[in-house]
C-alpha cells in the first residue's frame, strides 16, 4: 500500500504500551485460560512484526531534492538479524495516469550474499518495482535509490550534485535527478516487550512460540 511520510511516522511507544498490557494481563491470570495467554502472546509478536516493518525505514538526508510528492518507496517484508528483505516501489507519477513513467531508478545495496548491486529499472511506472534481500551490518542496512525523470517535472536537484555509482549504468541531466538513503533496521524495534521468546525466522516472516 501507498504510504505519505507522515503515515510511516508510526507512535511506537503507544505500541509499546499496548504490548505490555497484554503480558500484564496474561500474567494476572495465573494458571486459568494457558491457551488464551499464549494466544494473546501470539497475536503480540505477530503485530509487533507487522508495527516495525511501518518504523524501521528511516531516511537520511542526502543531496538536496525537490520532488513532486514526499512518498515513503521502500517497504521492510522481512527482518532476520542477518538480512532484511524490502520492496522497492515508485509513487512518483504515473499514479493516476497509466501511460506516465519515470525515466528510471536504480536500487543501490549490499546484496545477502556481500556483494555490492545496483539494480536498475527503465521506464518505471507507478506500483512495486523489485524485491531485494540486503545484508545487514551493525544491525542496519543502507540502501540507496537513485532516480531520473528526462521531462524534470519531478525531480529537480537545485545543487546539481547527485553522482549515480558506475555500477547503476545511468545517465542524464543531474539536475533532473534524486539521491535517496535509507537505513534499514534488520530486527524488528517493536518486539523488545517479547524478547524472552525466541525469535526464529521463518521463511513467511512468522515468529515460533
Partial sequence: RRLSAEENNFDK???RDTVAETKDEGEQG??????????DV???????????KHIDVSQIPMESCRVSEDVVPIQILFQNGESVTFSVS?????CDDETEAISWLATDFIRSDGDLTCARADSVRCGE?????????GGFSTVDLYVYDRPGKVFQSTE?????PLACSAVGDKSKMC???YL?????????????????GIETGNLVL
Fill in 184 to 200: 534499514l533496521q534488520c530486527q524488528p524495534s517493536l518486539c523488545d516487550q517479547v524478547k524472552d521468546k525466541e525469535l526464529m
Fill in 13 to 15: 511507544y503507544q505500541f
Fill in 42 to 52: 501470539d497475536h503480540a509478536v505477530d503485530d509487533c512484526w507487522e508495527a516495525s
Fill in 160 to 164: 546539481n550534485k547527485v553522482s549515480v
Fill in 129 to 137: 518495482v523489485g524485491v531485494y534481500t540486503a545484508k545487514c551490518d
Fill in 90 to 94: 515508485q509513487f512518483w507519477k504515473g
Fill in 30 to 39: 495465573g494458571n486459568g485460560d494457558v491457551n488464551g495467554e499464549i494466544s
Fill in 179 to 181: 539521491h535517496f538513503r
